[in-house]
């Protein structure tokens, strides 16, 4: 009869052992001593056409052809980040991930990506975005949503203008302005 209680007893002395033992932790003892906000700018370069695509459709739905928001595609990109908008400019990073055209009613799309840099101190690090992308406007804001390596604990947003788009080819590149809290 005294079993479920005992059960119990013991269950919490244990819990409770195991939290005591556990150290303090702070950023610090992370070696990750001070949050700052930084200021990342680039372009985004989304090819869609010609013989090496870095973004490729992978699925669609039967109405997707006849839809003119696109609704239903989803992208698979690995699209190339630079210093500046010319495509032969200097690579600090890949955009991979995908984007779904997620709207009935404009041209919106579900962006879920991990922007990866190779150049300097963000050598190797990732911020991870993820949010809404109506194409069309102006300026589009994009959740940061966190971040590995330099960006442990990254929380922001990214500005997005496009540049330049080809109607015809669907060719893009947007500038992308970032501003995120990291350690
Ligand atoms: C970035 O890191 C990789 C892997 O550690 C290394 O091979 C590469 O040379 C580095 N690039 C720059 C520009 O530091
Ligand atoms: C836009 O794309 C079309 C089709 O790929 C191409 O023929 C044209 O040269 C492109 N326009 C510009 C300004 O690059």
Redesign the pocket.
């Known amino acids: 009869m005294a079993k479920p209680l005992t059960f119990f007893f013991f269950f919490f002395l244990f819990s409770s052992l195991v939290a005591a033992k556990q150290p303090r932790i702070s950023p610090t003892s992370l070696g990750l001593p001070k949050e700052k906000l930084s200021h990342l700018h680039f372009y985004f370069h989304d090819v869609v056409?010609?013989p090496n695509p870095s973004a490729i459709v992978v699925a669609e739905a039967q109405t997707t052809k006849k839809s003119p928001t696109l609704f239903g595609a989803v992208v698979v990109s690995d699209d190339a980040l630079t210093v500046g908008p010319d495509p032969n400019s200097k690579m600090v990073g890949k955009a991979q991930g995908m984007y779904a055209f997620a709207s009935q009613n404009e041209i919106g799309l579900l962006m879920a990506m991990n922007l990866e840099f190779s150049e300097g101190k963000y050598n190797g690090s990732t911020l991870s975005l993820f949010g809404r992308n109506p194409v069309r406007n102006t300026v589009r804001e994009i959740p940061i949503v966190g971040g590995s390596g330099v960006f442990r604990f990254a929380h922001g947003y990214a500005e997005l203008k496009t540049e330049w788009f080809?109607i015809?080819?669907g060719?893009a590149v947007v500038e992308y302005n970032v501003y995120v809290f990291h350690y």
């Open positions: 056409s010609g080809n015809t080819s060719d």
